[in-house]
């Protein structure tokens, strides 16, 4: 069990900077994802705790002691990690049971032990020896792979698992399986992982903690549930789930209210304005299924109501998605598991938005 | 799994896992792999499916004919010289004598002269002493060099990766005379630096000797070795080892448990490959070897069929002997490889090269390439350059000597001109005829599987196992009597029949990463068969057409094993040119006649990756 501190990491592959201070904790026994477009960095700075990279600047360290810093570079087998990766990378050359036990081998563990220990492992992987061990890579299918692949990386009780999109290669409910027998290890384990991955649902459902990347910088982290009500700006808000997002003319932290291009004002509980003071280039973050399209009279005292035109209606099973056109030509989507059908299409309607799911970011 | 023959035969088997790392060149073009969906094509494969059976009913018979008609060609020309030379083991006397009967004498002086003394004894005991740790340090020395070049931070990769290559250019006599230039025991210019710095009588380095001969084929054969895994190394998932290194294996425990293994079968194709050449390999122990009595096995053959009375059926049993070494060659190949089919289905895409950061130690690394290139290449090829340059052969190195005497003595020989052309009619030749017969071939083998194409696949591969030497002496048995004896057709066949693997390899592996997908819509968008080949295949081919048609022409400039048992005095060839110089103690004009050919070679290879993109550099086996 073991925490990781990193501070300040940078990396450029020639001239190109792609990782740009990075500062990230990860407690012991939490895990943690690392969530951002492709190419935002996440790959490059989990190698670089992997010790697969070297750090241009910054420091990482493992339950305090420094891994890779001012002039001082741990490689990556002396770092006592697991490592999952994308392509499994099974040794074709090597068995099941060879794959799963070369860490072991590698820390010179008593064959007594090692065959305990690997057999332990995969039947958490749920592949039992009996029936698995003496098999080459070739002779399973991705899923298995994968499985042999999470075993190894698990077998020698690491300090740290890292996770390289290791779901992406599956198909849809496989991977959900696999989700599910990630998080029951993790759970009964307990052990400190980061978990790179570009899947914005699996991030959410995966972890304690969430940590969304951005060209090279963690924009925002968080538990989930705080990422998708509160994101921190228009990146989050936007790779996080859906939602409207408006140009404020006026921002009045005072007042509680803010303006929107076409002059209708709208008003924002206290808690929901960004830490800072600048004003300018706010937006406003109203997500698609917060908001309520009003068929009938909007009820008495209601606050933040938009009038506007519906344009479409898109029936998809579980909701519909209407879209809106307010004044001064601004797009709205709202969704519901209720709301206007395609024959109410050009009616006049009203949009209601409850204050506490106006964000200002 | 690039072509699928299983169950054909061990040897066979063996022979195109081999040619499959000789050959599958990598120099497919990005194109070729970039494979594009084409959603028109894909939507509508029962269309397609039906024009092509509408008009396959009677091309299908004719098609089946011609494979069936070209299999019976190939067999009866990679079989005939096979046959022969078993033939020839048996019978008394040359081919065509009246005198001739069956009989088990050659074989009984070949064999049992193994344990009694006879004149295969020494030989075979040379020939394996040689063959052996030749191929294991010229192999590990290929893979050290290919390892350094490609996955490391060296400085200068580039550089020595073309550096490395530069002996592919000249026939192994470079290294011969280079090395006698230089350490000869009485009149090496490193022996007379050696006694002028420190005053010795004894020479330093005697390259007449068991470690001379050894040292000059591991330097010959390395290249090899080091062109044959640059590709393993590069297309290598370096997951694999990243994985490792995660897991707790350092560098030197990754090389061992996992980057080594992972590339057995390249790794062994290059060494079975080495083995192959230095078993047939004769200039370099012939001439090093005599003036010491060391002889060995394709060596002794050829004086056999070289001497006068020629001793052909001799000849032949002792080649039966070679082959049954090169067979055991093979035997340990598939031993090695056996589980390599497994190790296909696990590749992952776009893995990116995974250099190893060496810190201080690149420079060291740096060091110890820029010694290996110089000791192993520049110094011997300086060495010739020099010799060509001097009248006499001297100890000592005055500029004011240098001349060009040596060059117009050359160019003056009736035989020199005579030698260009017939290498050149024969490397053009060979080269052209390998690469149009090849891409027919390939084509052919790589859409839709056959009994008879894979039965082809196979007859085509076979050649690869058998040395130079005794494929020559089948060759000579065979053609003896007929018209063929003696010209440039025989030498023709001879260079088309070894090589023509080569080429169909590379074509065909090429061909494999094609999508069919491409063609499909060619013809969708109303192209005949014909033209969309024109239009699809060829220009994709294009670079790959050229590297085979690169590899072969170097071959064939460079060969010899097999040319100096079927020339005749209207046929000499370049490199047998240059043996014979060499032979008559006329260094200067062999030195000279070296040089002219690695200019022309050079130039050649050149224009061909210049401008046709070819590239030798071959990936590792698929
Ligand atoms: N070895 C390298 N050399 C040069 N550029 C690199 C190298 N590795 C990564 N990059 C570049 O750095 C950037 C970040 O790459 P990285 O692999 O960290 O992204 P990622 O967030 O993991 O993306 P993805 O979700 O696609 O895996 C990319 O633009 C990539 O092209
Ligand atoms: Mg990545």
Known sequence: MASISIANLRKSFGRVEVVKGVNLRINSGEFVTLLGASGSGKTTTLRMLAGLERADSGTISVNGSVLNGEGNFVPAHKRGMGMVFQSYAIWPHRTVYQNVAFPLRMKRVRPAEERAKVERILELVELPVAKFGDRYASQLSGGQQQRVSLARALVADPQVVLYDEPLSNLDARLRESMRTLLRTIHKETRLTALYVTHDQLEAMVMADRVCVMDQGIIVQEGAPRDLYDRPANQFVAEFIGQANIFDLSDVSREKGAVRLSNGISLNIPPGNWPNGEATRDRKLVIRHHHACVLTNDAPAGADNLLPGRIKDSIYLGDRIRTTLTLAGALEFVAEGIDGPSTSDIGKDVIVAVPPQFCIVV | MMFTTKNVGAIHRSGEDHARAVCSSSSAPASIERRVPLTEASAIPERIEAIDRGRSVAGERIRAAVT???????????????????????????????????????????????????????????????????????????????????????????????????????????????????????????????????????????????????????????????????????????????????????????????????????????????????????????????????????????????????????????????????????????????????????????????????????????????????????????????????????????????????????????????????????????????????????????????????????????????????????????????PLYLTLGILLLAFVIRYLVYSVRSIGGALMQIDKALEESAAVAGATPFKSFMFVNLPLLRPVLASAWLLVFLIVMREISSSIILYGAHTVTLPILTWNYLNDGSYGVASALAITQIGIVGVVFIVLTRFFGADLRARAAE
């Open chain 2, 68 to 482: 069936w008609l070209f299999l019976a060609v190939v067999t009866v020309l990679v079989v005939t010289p096979m046959a022969a030379i078993v033939f020839g083991a048996f019978r008394t006397r040359s081919p065509g004598d009246p005198r001739a009967t069956f009989s088990l004498q050659s074989i009984e002086a070949v064999y049992l002269g193994l344990f009694n003394g006879g004149w295969t004894q020494s030989a075979t005991l040379h020939t394996v002493l040689l063959a052996i740790p030749v191929t294991i340090s010229a192999t590990a020395l290929g893979l050290f060099l290919a390892w350094a070049v490609t996955r490391t931070n060296m400085p200068g990769k580039r550089w020595f990766e073309f550096g490395f290559l530069l002996s592919l250019l000249y026939s192994p006599l470079v290294g011969v005379i280079g090395w006698t230039v230089l350490a000869d025991p009485a009149a090496g210019l490193l022996n007379g630096l050696w006694s002028a710095l420190t005053g010795a009588s004894d020479p330093l380095f005697n390259i007449y000797s068991y470690g001379g001969i050894a040292w000059v084929m591991i330097f010959f054969f390395a290249p090899y070795a080091f062109l044959l895994n640059v590709g393993g190394f590069r297309s290598l998932d370096v997951t694999l080892e990243e994985v490792a290194a995660v897991s707790g294996a350092n560098l030197f425990k990754r090389m061992m448990l996992i980057t080594l293994p992972v590339m057995m079968a390249g790794i062994a194709a290059a060494a079975l490959f080495i083995f192959t050449l230095a078993l047939e390999q004769f200039a370099i122990p012939g001439f090093l070897g005599t003036h010491v009595q060391f002889d060995t096995l394709a060596y002794a053959i050829f004086l056999r069929t070289n001497a006068y009375p020629s001793d052909l059926p001799g000849a032949a049993a002792a080649g039966t002997l070679l082959l049954i070494l090169s067979s055991i060659g093979l035997f340990a190949y598939r031993r090695l490889t056996r589980h390599s089919e497994r190790f296909v289905a696990v590749t992952a895409r776009g893995y990116k090269p995974g250099v190893t950061e060496l810190g201080a130690g690149r420079y060291v690394l740096f060091g110890v390439c820029l010694l290996i290139f110089i000791v192993g290449i520049a110094a011997p090829l300086i060495a010739v350059a020099l010799r060509a340059l001097l009248p006499v052969r001297t100890m000592t190195f005055d500029p004011g000597s240098l001349t060009l005497d040596n060059f117009r003595v050359l160019f003056s020989a009736a035989d020199m001109l005579l030698g260009l052309r017939n290498t050149f009619y024969l490397a053009f030749g060979a080269a052209t005829a390998c690469s149009v017969i090849g891409l027919v071939v390939a084509f052919q083998i790589t859409r839709r599987k056959s009994l008879a194409k894979s039965i082809l696949d196979y007859m085509i591969a076979l050649p690869i196992g058998v040395p130079g030497t005794v494929f020559g002496v089948g060759m000579l048995w065979a053609y003896v009597r007929t």
